[in-house]
C-alpha cells in the first residue's frame, strides 16, 4: 500500500523529473481558463481574429492603408497583434503564476521556477499554436501568404514572448511585496502598449520626436524587426534586435534575484493580503 519513492541521484535523472513536473504544469496552465484545452486554445484564437479584423477595418475605415509597408495587409497586421498577444499574455501569465506562499508549493518537487516556467511555455505554446492555425486557415481559404525570411521572423515572436516573461518575473518578485501597485502598473503597461508597441505604424515613417516617444520599448524594436524580415521591401533604420534582448537579459537578472529574495522570506500570510 505504502511505497517509497526513490529520488533520481544523477544530473540526467533530475532533469527528467523537472521535465515532467513542468509538462504537467503547462497542461494545467493551458487548462487553466476552460476545461476542455481545445475550448482554451479557440478562445485565444477568436481574440487574435478580433484584434485583427478590428484594426483591419480601423486602418481600411480611417484610410491608413497607404501608410503601411507594400504587400499584404493583413500581414503587416498580424505581424504587430501577434507579437503584442505572445508578450503581454506571457506578461500576465508569468505575473498571475504560483508564487511561495502558493498551496502548490507545499508539494515537494514543486518549486516556483518549474511554476514560472510552465505558465511562461503554456502561454507560449497557446500563442504559437493560434499563430499557426489563424495562418493556415488564412493561407488555404483567402489567399497565398509568403514571408521573406520566416525563421528570423519567428525569431523576433520569441523575443517579445523573452522580454514578456523577463518583466513578468521581476513584477513577480515584487508582487508579495506591493501586490496592488503591481497589479496596477500591469494593467497600464498592457494598455499603454497596444500604442507604444508601435504595431499601428512603422519606425520608418516617424519624425524624431515621435521616434524617441517609443524606441524605449523592447516591443517596439521586436516588431519593427519582424516587419523588416515578413517584407521584402521594408528595412528596418530605427530599431535594433539586440535591444531587447539585452533589455531581456537584464530584467531577467533582476527578476531571479527578486524572486529568490521574495522566496526566502515568503509567509503564508501574504495570501491574505491579496
Keep these: 500500500m505504502f511505497q517509497s519513492t526513490q529520488k533520481p541521484r544523477t544530473s540526467f535523472g533530475i532533469a527528467m523529473t523537472m521535465c515532467e513536473l513542468i509538462y504537467h504544469s503547462i497542461v494545467r496552465s493551458v487548462r487553466k481558463t476552460h476545461n476542455n484545452a481545445f475550448m482554451a486554445i479557440a478562445m485565444n484564437m477568436l481574440q487574435a481574429v478580433i484584434f485583427v479584423l478590428a484594426f483591419y477595418f480601423m486602418f481600411s475605415i480611417l484610410g491608413l492603408r497607404g501608410s503601411a509597408i507594400r504587400g499584404d495587409f493583413l500581414i503587416y497586421i498580424m505581424s504587430g497583434i501577434f507579437l503584442y498577444m505572445t508578450h503581454t499574455k506571457t506578461l500576465g501569465a508569468v505575473v498571475g503564476s504560483e508564487g511561495p506562499a502558493s498551496a502548490m508549493m507545499q508539494h515537494a518537487p514543486m518549486n516556483t521556477i518549474i511554476a514560472i516556467t510552465s505558465t511562461a511555455l503554456g502561454a507560449l505554446y497557446i ?131 527578486g524572486e529568490f529574495y521574495t522566496r526566502r522570506h515568503a509567509s503564508i500570510s501574504w495570501s491574505a493580503r491579496r
Excluded at 499557426?132 to 488555404?140: K, N, Q, R, T
Excluded at 539586440?242 to 537584464?250: D, H, I, K, R
Design 127 to 257: 500563442q504559437v499554436l493560434s499563430l499557426a492555425m489563424i495562418l493556415f486557415v488564412y493561407h488555404v481559404a483567402f489567399t497565398p501568404i509568403h514571408i521573406e525570411q520566416p525563421i528570423a521572423a519567428f525569431g523576433m515572436l520569441l523575443l517579445a514572448w523573452f522580454t514578456g516573461l523577463a518583466l513578468g518575473l521581476v513584477l513577480l518578485g515584487i508582487k508579495p511585496w506591493f501586490p496592488t501597485f503591481v497589479s496596477i502598473f500591469s494593467t497600464i503597461y498592457q494598455r499603454a502598449n497596444m500604442i507604444a508597441s508601435g504595431k499601428m505604424f512603422v519606425a520608418n515613417t516617424l519624425p524624431g520626436f515621435m521616434l524617441a516617444m517609443f524606441d524605449w520599448n523592447p516591443l517596439f524594436h521586436s516588431i519593427d524587426q519582424a516587419r523588416g524580415y515578413a517584407f521584402i521591401n521594408y528595412n528596418p533604420r530605427y530599431s535594433d534586435p539586440m535591444y531587447p534582448l539585452w533589455v531581456g537579459l537584464v530584467l531577467l537578472m533582476v527578476g531571479l534575484m
